[in-house]
């Protein structure tokens, strides 16, 4: 079992920046592939970063490359999005997740953080 609880949410203004956290409990953090995924209200859950144990690996969805970074520290048993350039169509609830190898669902989930991004 893994807890998951996200923090770093808020408003910002178009342009601005956002740092969000996930910090895990439970089970050996670095054994699990992390990813940030968000919902706009009406709209499907989508992915947005994922990284690998290790963090060798990212993959990112086109909407944010070259904006956004996801990074772990598995010492600290966190993950982060570094949100950059960011856009009011990036106002969402944000959401980490884990699953145990890229061939598996995420099983675990967090509560979310609301980001609101104005005009």
């Known amino acids: 079992q893994v807890q998951l609880v996200e923090s770093g949410g808020g408003l910002v203004q178009a342009g601005g920046s956002l740092r969000l956290s996930c910090a895990a409990s439970?089970?050996?953090?670095?054994?699990?592939?992390m990813g940030w995924f968000r919902q706009a209200p009406g709209k499907d859950r989508t992915i947005v970063a994922r990284?690998?144990?290790?963090?060798?690996?990212?993959a990112y969805a086109d909407s944010v490359k070259g904006r956004f970074v996801i990074s772990r520290d598995n010492a600290k048993g966190t993950v982060y999005l570094q949100m950059n350039s960011l856009k009011p169509e990036d106002t969402a609830v944000y959401l980490c997740?884990?699953?145990?190898?890229?061939?598996?669902?995420?099983?675990?989930w967090g509560q979310g953080t609301q980001v609101t991004v104005s005009s």
């Open positions: 990284i690998i144990w290790n963090g060798d690996g990212t």
């Open positions: 439970g089970r050996t953090f670095s054994a699990y592939e």
């Open positions: 997740a884990a699953r145990s190898t890229r061939y598996s669902t995420y099983d675990y």
